[in-house]
């Protein structure tokens, strides 16, 4: 019985913390603070050149009258169609050739390529802003392009998705040095 009313006493106690807390916070005024909008700013009027009201311009809005057009929004029948102005025929160009396919460009940069020592394979050492890629002749450059062969100032790959070949030349780095 006694451990029952000290529980209900902390109960109580703790109701009424969280009360006082809630109304000291609901009580005391809002921290004022200076803003841009503060009326002890000088106050400067809009440059409006012409403040007058454009009652011309209200009044014909005003005046607008409805126009009743061909459909009847509450039938189910179709307007009769419209028919359109003659177009004046254009003269046969004779056979249009399709553009040719054009490969992707690389969406990184090709700054390297260094020759593993054991076996003579090359990789290219590719950047797109921190981001490093380090990949050699036969593999895939982020799913998208397959690297065909790494030269000394540019590379082959082929984009997977068209088999279309391109090449990408070697970018140095232009930063002005310390």
């Given amino acids: 019985m006694q451990k029952k009313s000290k529980i209900e006493g902390g109960v109580l106690g703790a109701l009424v913390v969280i009360l006082g807390l809630t109304w000291y916070f609901a009580m005391r005024p809002a921290p004022t603070t200076a803003t841009a909008n503060s009326t002890e700013s000088a106050y400067a009027p809009l440059a409006v050149q012409d403040p007058e009201l454009h009652w011309h311009k209200w009044e014909a809005a005003r005046n607008t009258r409805y126009e009743k057009s061909a459909r009847d929004i509450f039938s189910e029948k179709a307007p009769p169609p419209e028919t359109p102005a003659p177009v004046p025929p254009t003269p046969n160009p004779g056979p249009v050739e399709p553009p040719k396919p054009v ?18 394979a090359r990789l290219a050492f590719f950047t797109n802003g921190d981001d490093v890629f380090i990949v050699g002749e036969g593999e895939t450059l982020l799913g998208r392009f397959r690297i065909l062969r790494i030269g000394n100032t540019n590379l082959e790959y082929e984009e ?10 070697l970018e140095e780095d232009v930063s002005p040095s310390a």
Wanted: aromatic residues 10%; charged residues 5%.
């Fill in 160 to 169: 997977l998705s068209s088999g279309l070949r391109g090449t990408a030349n």
């Fill in 103 to 120: 490969v992707s460009p690389l969406p990184v940069k090709f700054y390297g390529y260094g020759v593993v020592p054991t076996n003579g």
